[in-house]
Each structure stands twice: as structure tokens, then as C-alpha cells.
């Protein structure tokens, strides 16, 4: 229910806006008590404050004073409808995506049903995606501090532009609105090589420390003595063990065939040690790198053990006047894959999984002097 204006405004039915000490804020609120849409900025952003009011006036004309369910055509349903359709897929079907991206989409889904789900797909264009790429580089935290989310609006966009692609598919629309979109360009990205001593000290500190830090210190020694991903680090199993080293599976297909990744004596001590560290009572280790309690780690929960071992590590770097800076589980793989090439090691593709070079160039080799012998005068 709706309340009657106290100030006239001179918003639209169902259009309602707030100046908060910090923040200002906008949107449609639907008949059944839930915003449409909601947008925000600083409070003393007035230029943006401009331009979201005429936005909120030009979205609110499109849903209608009326609007009380999803449009059969909506985008919203769309969304439904391709995480359904990526559900039957089967696993060795080209567009099939891995369980993690999909659980990543799911995240990125709920900002796209925000702003866009309320609209008809036929209704979408590229404006649109431009609008919603520069919000992202405009982006604030709750008390109105600048946090620009450049990357994942990119990704973001990416997710709306491939279930689009699915509307075409299906003859929702003829025409893709949001193909050859001009992403965001980030001019900060840092290239992380971590240093043999960073990870030495973590290693260390976690042994120190010991319980969840102990294992997340040998997580990211294994990540990168076996140059794997995150989510496949976390989700090793005691029968990924073998005689002759791990048998990884791929973390993001299902069909590629699985990477025996050979011991060393550093790996084998590694597991080993990995396996001694006491759990609750009663529980067993079936996941290597599992909690406490015997259960795969959640994303936070990982992040949090994560930073219970960073922290002190940056501590003892200072005492000792070391260079330190946090790193994580996607960090150990690209500087596993630098340090292989770094050495020459023909086998970098195999190892990564990838079938690309290009990918690895452009994804993991962070070496900032390439080696080579020059040329010899031929007679």
C-alpha cells in the first residue's frame, strides 16, 4: 500500500526518493510492497541525483501504475528460464557451464533482476548496458565512499548479455541489445607474483599458528606445487590420492579429462603433513583441505581462515623487514605457471589444463623479463 506524498515532488505514482545524511536513493515500489527498482548515490552528488531522477521517471513510465507480476516477456523470467535450461543441459554440451560459474552467476543474477528485470526483453537496449557500466564505475559503499565495481559490471553484463542470446535463441527477440558492448576498462588491475618468501612465511605462520590456518597455509603450498585453481584446491578428496600423485579433476568442465599432477617430496610431505592436522573429534578428513569439522569450506568461511593468516604474516614481515602482501589461492597458480616457464618446463599446458597457450600468456605468465639467446652469424 502506498502512502499519500507529504511534499509534492513532483515524481510519478509509485516513484519515491530519500536524502539520507549520506546517501540518496530512488525507486518503484511495486503494489506488492517490493522496489522494481531502486537506484542510489551520495547525497551530495547533485548531478547525480539529477540524472537518477530523470531515470527513475523514464523506468517508472515502462512498468506502468499496474504492474503486479513478472511480464510473461520479462527479462526476470528470462533469467528463470536460462538457469533452467543450463540445469537439463547435458554435461558434454558446448555452452554448458561448470556448477561454480553457475553458483557465481546465481550471485551476479540478483543485481541484473534489480535494474533490469522488470522490463520486457523487446524493450532493452544498449543504452541500457551502458547506463548500468557507468553506475558501476560510480559505485559507493553505504556511507557514500567511492567503491567502483568496474569488473564485475563488466561480468555482470556478460551474464545478461549471454541470457539475451538465449532470448534470440528461443525467438524472445531477433536481436541481441547488449552484443558488442564496450566493457569498462580498469587502469589499476595489479598483476600479483608472489614471492617464494611470501609463501615460505605463510607456510610458516600457519604452522605456528595451526587449526584452519595450518590448512590453509598447505592449501596454497598445494595450489601452487600443483598449479591448480581455488575451488579445485578446496574440493580435493582423499581419493584423488594415488600411488603415483593427485588425479585433479578440471574445476570448471566435467568432460575434460583429469590431470595426474606426479609426486615430489615437496607435494608428498605437503598431503602428508595436511592430513596429520587434528580435527574435531570424531570427524575424518575425506576433504584434504576441509574444515575443522570434516566439511568442504564455504567461500567465506575460507576467507576468513584466509585472513586470520594473513594478518599475522604482514605482522612478522614487518618485524623482520620482509617485503609481504596478501595473497590467495588465485594467486599461487599464476605464479606456479611463471615460475614453470621461468625454468623452461615443457609441460605448463598440460599441467594448467589448457589446450591455449594464449590463455596461459595472457592469463598466467607474470614474468617481466623474457629469456632468450640471440642470434648466431651462419656461414
Known amino acids: 500500500m502506498t502512502r499519500a ?25 511495486m503494489p506488492g510492497g517490493k522496489w522494481a527498482f531502486r537506484h542510489k548515490c551520495p547525497v551530495t552528488d547533485t548531478v547525480q541525483i539529477a540524472k537518477l531522477r ?45 556448477a561454480s560459474t553457475i553458483k557465481e552467476n546465481l550471485s551476479e543474477s540478483k543485481n541484473l533482476r534489480k535494474a533490469f528485470g522488470h522490463l520486457n ?37 556478460a551474464l545478461a548479455r549471454a541470457i539475451l542470446q538465449y532470448g534470440v535463441r528461443k525467438n524472445k527477440i531477433t536481436v541481441n541489445p547488449f552484443n558488442e558492448i564496450e566493457k569498462n576498462e580498469r587502469t589499476d588491475t595489479e598483476r600479483r607474483l608472489v614471492t617464494p618468501e611470501e609463501l615460505a612465511l605463510a607456510v610458516e605462520m600457519g604452522r605456528k599458528i595451526g587449526g584452519p590456518q595450518h590448512i590453509v ?44 599432477i606426479a609426486w615430489t617430496p615437496e607435494l608428498r610431505a605437503t598431503i602428508d603433513e595436511a592430513l596429520t592436522v587434528k580435527r574435531n573429534k570424531g570427524v575424518g578428513t575425506m576433504y584434504i583441505f576441509g574444515s575443522l569439522r570434516g566439511t568442504k569450506y564455504t567461500k567465506g568461511g575460507w576467507k576468513a581462515s584466509l585472513d586470520d593468516l594473513m594478518h599475522p604474516c604482514a605482522v612478522e614481515a614487518q ?4 617485503t609481504f602482501k596478501r595473497f590467495s589461492l588465485q594467486n599461487c597458480r599464476p605464479m606456479a ?32 623479463v623474457r629469456r632468450a639467446t640471440g642470434a648466431r652469424i651462419r656461414g
Open 5 to 29: 506524498r507529504k511534499i509534492a515532488d513532483g515524481l510519478p505514482y509509485r516513484v519515491y526518493e530519500r536524502r539520507g545524511v549520506f546517501i540518496y536513493s530512488i525507486g518503484y515500489m
Open 54 to 98: 530523470s531515470l527513475a521517471v523514464m523506468e517508472s513510465l515502462k512498468i506502468g501504475a499496474d504492474y503486479t507480476e513478472i511480464p510473461t516477456n520479462g527479462f526476470a523470467r528470462l533469467i528463470d528460464d536460462w538457469f533452467e535450461w543450463q540445469r537439463v543441459l547435458p554435461a558434454n554440451i558446448k555452452g554448458k557451464r561448470s
Open 121 to 157: 526483453v523487446e524493450d532493452m537496449t544498449p543504452s541500457m548496458a551502458y547506463d548500468y557500466l557507468e553506475a558501476c564505475l560510480t559505485a559507493t559503499d553505504p556511507k557514500g565512499n567511492p567503491r567502483p565495481r568496474p569488473i564485475k559490471g563488466n561480468k555482470e553484463i
Open 217 to 260: 597455509a598447505l592449501a596454497l603450498q598445494t595450489a601452487y606445487l600443483c598449479v591448480r585453481r581455488s575451488v579445485e584446491v578446496r574440493a580435493l578428496t582423499r581419493d584423488a590420492i594415488t600411488d603415483a600423485g593427485i588425479l585433479w579433476k578440471d574445476g570448471k568442465s566435467k568432460t575434460k579429462p583429469s590431470i595426474l
Open 319 to 322: 618485524k623482520r623487514e620482509q
Open 337 to 368: 605457471v611463471t615460475d614453470k616457464l621461468e625454468h623452461g618446463d615443457t609441460d605448463t599446458a598440460t599441467a594448467t589444463g589448457h589446450t591455449s597457450d594464449a590463455m596461459i600468456k595472457k592469463h598466467y605468465d607474470l614474468r617481466t
